[in-house]
């Protein structure tokens, strides 16, 4: 049985209650904060329950690397207080169900790239940044085996992703690469922070994505054009569970010459794209969503960004085009990064 | 063969433009369905009305039968030559002769196809929209209207052959003849108020052949996306389309549910165009929906919003096609009340389970929820008899199921049409005997097809 590894000690130790006050959807003060997050641990009904936008910061915010926002996932799940309608979620948990053969596993020596669901964005890892670099889950009529399942914690489902992870452990480390470079925020998360909270071997070393690109850019240092962009980042949610490699955005911005805008909504105050968000049972999560949106766009607007810079296909899904229409250009990180080795891009 | 045919068919279209050679009469066989190939003897392409005036008038004269052809997408083998003859391709007959941007309509040769109509329109009349089907864009205009076809403004506007300001036919004895403004040299702006003489929509091609259309165009907004929900309780599906054709916000409005891939197995997705000239008008219907008519659901949670401001993307169920290996689907399309969705959906998936053919069912509404244009597809492998028998019984039980559930079959087959003909009323279907008599003395119009015995 996979269970939460939570020391509800350090809770009651704790003497800020940063996970709650601190986030950014909710209006918490401390005293609130200690008999909700008490509420929580003893299996209780807790308005957090029910207001939370499932955006993970909680996880970062966390002092005491305590699993917070699992804690609260988990609950919602247990007391059946899903934070979405019950048709997104089937939908959800059918979309990653893989029907299309069995995975064709290759040996690989050395690194390699996990594309995870994102098999279809294959396009954008062409050029000397990926370069040598085998890719698995390359197909995507086979991507669902590479799924890493945590986009389930927006569903209240942890009890599918701990059912459903050893398997797509078990066929990553099928191929037996080195070290599996994810592609997404969300797999790197899962390998070296879901996992581990919740006690499942990863048998595999995780590398994150920015970090593999900024050595990457290091090495070909003597091709980078300095881009003189003004960029604003979208930080995803999932950067939540690795906030040690957040650094790694300013030290490629700082690379490749382009400005990071000083704005509000960033690093531990970034805002959620909202993908989720609007489909939420809360009433008025959709109007509530798009002012999100627009408060957000127009702090990176306010800002002076011309760029608006992506790592989650999610997020480019749900603002690619709104931040278009504000007249910022949607640019993927990897994308920029081939920019300033003067690649075209996809 | 008759080579004096063949010669009377060259002198009028040219060498170029008729065919009796087997590897060229082999592609106009078949259709994409599950029907058994039906040979004509000779392929004609006219180019213009008096041409094919005159084929009509050669095909009385040596009684042979005439088969028009849009664009052989109806799948149901209502374009095969079951009796052979002349098949006519219409494609040739594809120009758009006016666009009336002030009257909103357009006047076109029946082979114009939607592809060619849809691209004219964006590169010409940027504001002006007709309603476009599902099928591909090779479909003609004629070919959809001789089918009672629908599109996708379906939910403000109906059936296609409600959206006709006049019509030009050939009569099966080769009168050209028009109906609606144009007959009396008013120009091609109303079918109304004139007496109804519209007996060519819904036939199939057999009372005459479709020449010219004039069609009504719609206002087409700069911003058309599509937004989509879902819900796993098929019965709240009526209620919803009731609730968003109430406000009345949307362009079109389609349901389906598929048993491949997985995401969409027992669910039912709601795709649901919305268009404006203005993100705030955009914004401006989606909160008379969602807020307004649908939020009861979701704070319930027996609804939610998969995503919204989406590009449009047509409704593929021919992908379904490669369900089955062996690319070939067929489907029996059907008009109920929306009320019977949840009942239809069910018995569909019953079908399709006993014959072992992952289902998928696909409805459109018409009108502001007046009826539910509601399909059935069968994939089958073509290359598999087994299959393909398989797939043709479960389009017959289908057929049946919609009689015994109090719909109408939307362009049978030649089975599909038998049942519709011995569930009608015997006056109608007199009525229909004489007209067809009456028109096509020498019954040479696409024989074979609503023939009342």
């Given amino acids: 049985m996979t269970e939460l590894i939570f020391d509800e000690n350090k809770c009651f130790a704790c003497s800020t209650y940063d996970c709650l006050t601190k986030c950014q959807y909710m209006d918490i003060d401390a005293d609130t904060a200690k008999v909700e997050i008490e509420k929580i641990i003893n299996q209780e009904d807790s308005f957090v329950l029910h207001d939370c936008v499932t955006c993970y910061a909680c996880e970062e915010y966390c002092q005491n690397g305590n699993h917070p926002f699992y804690l609260i996932v988990r609950q919602q799940e247990e007391l059946d207080l899903p934070p979405l309608p019950e048709p997104l979620i089937k939908r959800g948990v059918q979309m990653g169900i893989p029907f299309r053969g069995e995975p064709e596993i290759q040996e690989i020596k050395g690194p390699a790239l996990n594309l995870g669901v994102f098999s279809p964005l294959g396009n954008m890892t062409k050029g000397k940044l990926f370069e040598g670099l085998p890719i698995i889950s390359h197909d995507p009529r086979k991507m669902f085996h590479y799924f890493c399942q945590l986009m389930y914690l927006h569903y209240a489902r942890t009890s599918v992703i701990n059912q459903k992870l050893p398997a797509i452990i078990e066929t990553i480390a099928a191929h037996k690469a080195d070290e599996v470079i994810h592609f997404h925020d969300e797999c790197y998360g899962t390998y070296v922070s879901y996992a581990p909270a919740f006690g499942i071997d990863v048998p595999f070393k995780s590398v994150h994505l920015f970090e593999y690109l900024y050595n990457k850019l290091l090495e070909l240092k003597d091709e980078i054009k300095p881009l003189n962009y003004k960029v604003a980042y979208q930080r995803p949610c999932s950067s939540r569970l690795s906030p040690d490699k957040h650094p790694f955005v300013e030290k490629i911005f700082d690379l490749i010459g382009v400005e990071s805008v000083e704005r509000e909504y960033v690093g531990e105050n970034a805002l959620c794209c909202g993908a989720t968000i609007a489909g939420q049972k809360k009433k008025g999560s959709r109007r509530f969503t798009l002012d999100l949106q627009e408060k957000n766009m127009n702090d990176m607007k306010d800002a002076g960004a011309e760029l608006c810079v992506f790592n989650c296909p999610a997020c480019m899904q749900t603002l690619g085009k709104p931040v278009a229409k504000k007249g910022i250009m949607p640019i993927f990180m990897s994308d920029l990064c081939r920019l300033a080795i003067g690649e075209k891009t996809t | ?453």
């Fill in chain 2, 1 to 453: 063969m008759n080579s004096t045919i063949y010669k009377s068919l060259v002198e009028i279209v040219g060498e170029d433009y008729v065919s009796d050679r087997p590897e060229e009469l082999f592609t106009y066989s078949k259709d994409l369905g599950t029907s058994e190939p039906k040979w004509p003897d000779y392929v004609a392409v006219p180019k213009s009305v008096e041409e094919l005036q005159k084929i009509i008038l050669l095909a009385n004269k040596a009684t042979i039968p005439i088969v028009p052809l849009g664009g052989g997408l109806s799948l149901a083998g209502i374009a095969l030559p079951l009796h052979g003859g002349i098949l006519i391709d219409m494609k040739r007959m594809d120009e758009i002769i006016e666009v009336n941007g002030k009257a909103r309509y357009a006047l076109v040769e029946a082979g114009v196809s939607q592809g060619k109509l849809f691209a004219y329109l964006r590169n010409h009349h940027p504001t002006l929209a007709h309603s476009m089907p599902d099928a591909p864009p090779a479909a003609t205009i004629g070919g959809n209207l001789a089918i009672h076809g629908q599109g996708d403004l379906a939910h403000p506007h109906g059936f296609n052959s409600d959206m006709i300001n006049g019509l030009e036919v050939i009569l099966p004895t080769g009168e050209i003849c028009r109906f609606g403004s144009c007959s009396i040299g008013s120009g091609w702006f109303t079918q109304h108020p004139l007496p109804d003489m519209a007996f060519f929509l819904g036939w199939g091609g057999a009372t005459g052949i479709i020449t010219k259309v004039s069609l009504r165009l719609f206002p087409c907004k700069k911003i058309r996306e599509l937004d989509m929900l879902v819900v796993t309780d098929e019965e709240l599906v009526p209620d919803i389309f009731h609730e968003i054709t109430h406000v009345g916000m949307t362009e079109d409005l389609v349901v389906f549910s598929q048993a491949i891939p997985p995401m969409t197995d027992r669910l039912h997705h709601i795709v649901a165009n919305i268009s404006g000239d203005s993100e705030e008008e955009l914004e401006f219907k989606r909160r008379l929906i969602y807020e307004d008519r649908l939020s009861k659901y979701f704070e319930q949670g027996t609804a939610g919003i998969v995503a919204t401001s989406q590009d449009l993307e047509k409704p593929a169920v021919t992908k379904t096609a490669d369900w089955k290996k062996g690319g070939g689907f067929e489907y029996v399309g059907s008009v109920f009340p929306v009320a019977a969705y949840p009942e239809l959906y069910r018995k569909g998936v019953e079908i399709s389970t006993r014959h072992e053919i992952p289902y998928t069912v696909t409805g459109r509404v018409i009108g502001a929820g007046h009826a539910i244009m509601f399909s059935w597809s069968y994939a089958f492998n073509r290359a598999d008899p087994e299959s393909v028998r398989h797939a043709n019984e479960a389009l017959h039980e289908t057929d049946d199921l919609v009689l015994e559930f109090g719909g109408t079959i939307w362009k049978p087959a030649v089975y599909g049409q038998q049942i519709v003909m011995k569930h009608m009323d015997a006056n109608t279907l007199l009525l229909m005997k004489k007209l067809k008599n009456m028109l096509d003395p020498n019954n040479i119009m696409n024989p074979g097809n609503w023939e009342v015995a």
